[in-house]
């Protein structure tokens, strides 16, 4: 059975503090996406990757980073939580042609105080 | 552009049927998605149909693709509580990896 997990379901930082998302996928894919989601806006690409080490910027990259040293971990990486980066953050990966289906993770919702 | 809409909300009463739409952009897709995301949980593909087909039947759903309009729906015949959830369509960027979500329509169903 296909699987992606996620490491947390819910957590709590405080503003100025720099998170760690980490994603695994057990399907030996080669893409991995972080959305965040948002009510009203649907899902949001942060960063995607389609290869260990590689990596390419999404539509809302600003604040965040993300690392990809092995091919099932995916990180995503808040350097300086802020409020507004309050939000649900989904995972996804898929293989690799860009019609495949993705993927998903149950989802880690963040809030930052 | 690149944005898929959406209708926001759907209400409908048990056993009737729901029909979410959807307007897309890419009119070289090759496959078109429907999500569903039930609560607290994360995206699930529900059906999909490629692009040279009008529609596609599976169980109580039904897609259909108007690549003319762009247009996209899903049907879901005799709609039940466990149907409650938000449904994306979502379609792949051609010559890219990415994928562009609509909005997600919330669909209650009331009993």
């Known amino acids: 059975d296909v699987k992606v997990t996620q490491s947390s379901r819910y957590l709590v930082k405080r503003t100025g503090e720099k998170v760690f998302l980490e994603c695994v996928q057990d399907?030996?894919?080669?893409?991995m996406f972080w959305y965040r989601q948002d009510p009203g806006l649907g899902l949001r690409l942060i960063y995607f990757?389609?290869?260990?080490?590689?990596?390419e910027k999404g539509d809302i990259p600003e604040g965040y980073s993300v690392s990809r040293e092995k091919k099932e971990r995916f990180s995503l990486i808040l350097e300086s939580a802020s409020t507004n980066q309050t939000s649900m953050y989904l995972c996804?990966?898929?293989?690799?042609?860009?019609?495949?289906?993705?993927?998903f993770g149950p989802g880690t919702r963040l809030t930052v105080l | 552009g690149e944005d898929v809409e959406q209708s926001l909300f759907l209400s409908v009463r048990e056993g009737d049927s729901s029909v979410i739409n959807c307007t897309y952009t890419?009119?070289?897709?090759?496959?078109l998605y429907w999500y569903k995301q039930e609560p607290g949980a994360g995206l699930q593909l529900l059906t999909y149909?490629?692009?040279?087909?009008d529609m596609k039947q599976d169980q109580r759903l039904t897609v259909l693709l108007n690549k003319k309009d762009k247009h996209l729906s899903l049907r879901i015949a005799d709609t039940q509580t466990g149907d409650s959830a938000i449904y994306f369509c979502?379609?792949?960027?051609?010559?890219?990896?990415?994928?562009?979500f609509g909005t997600g329509t919330r669909l209650k169903v009331l009993a």
């Open positions: 990757s389609y290869d260990v080490k590689m990596k």
């Open positions: 890419d009119s070289s897709s090759t496959y």
């Open positions: 996804a990966s898929s293989l690799r042609l860009s019609y495949n289906e993705q993927f």
């Open positions: 149909i490629f692009s040279n087909m």
């Open positions: 399907m030996d894919h080669e893409n």
């Open positions: 979502a379609e792949p960027l051609s010559g890219t990896y990415k994928y562009i």
